[in-house]
């Protein structure tokens, strides 16, 4: 035992991200928690590229390939409730994983923090109202602007941006994505790094 007296504090990361989860449980989102790893199956259904592809050695069981994002097990959420009173609303902070040659890991994995917002039904509108509120506690700055991603509504999606740093994005789900997943309802969603966050 080391002789020298130590006092247990949280962590200030740790100490913003229950400040977020406390700011959205407030204004009635439902935390959720998933599995960092996802099934094969699902990496098909979001038509990942081989880059974004992490698959595990020696996997006992179909949850063998690490997230590349929230995304994935937000809309796993949302298909295993279809059937569940509407409207849903969740969130979820936790890991993704990237292959990343910068990482000191000996795996050449980069792992970060993110945060995904999820509304069903949603609209653009009343998600960024959400991301407004969420940034003003933070006292933090976005900025947003038009942007084109695979599995969201084009004209309905932004990028975000905070110091000048791409942060994530904002926007209405796709149907043909909606129809992958065999949802029935319109999702609209905010994925965002925490990382520039949790440095601010």
């Known amino acids: ?115 995904i917002i999820a509304s069903s039904p949603g609209n653009f509108t009343e998600t960024k109202q959400i991301l407004d509120y969420l940034t003003r506690m933070l006292s933090i700055k976005y900025e947003i602007k038009e942007a084109k991603h695979p599995h969201l509504i084009e004209g309905r999606t932004g990028e975000l941006t905070i110091n000048g740093k791409h942060a994530g994005y904002i926007g209405e789900v796709h149907p043909e994505t909606l129809r992958n997943w065999n949802i029935k309802m319109p999702v609209t969603i905010i994925e965002l790094s925490l990382d520039e966050i949790l440095n601010l």
Request: no cysteine.
């Open 1 to 115: 035992m080391p002789k020298l007296a130590t006092i247990g504090e949280e962590s200030k990361e740790s100490k913003t991200k229950t400040k977020i989860s406390d700011i959205l449980a407030g204004l009635g989102l439902i935390e959720t928690s998933s599995y960092h790893l996802i099934k094969a199956e699902e990496i098909e259904k979001a038509k990942l590229q081989e880059n974004e592809k992490i698959e595990l050695e020696n996997s006992k069981t179909e949850y063998k390939m690490l997230r590349p994002n929230l995304l994935i097990p937000t809309l796993r959420t949302f298909a295993e409730n279809k059937d569940n009173e509407y409207p849903q609303k969740i969130f979820e902070i936790g890991t993704v994983f990237k292959k990343s040659t910068l990482t000191s890991s000996e795996t050449g994995i980069k792992e970060s923090e993110n945060l």
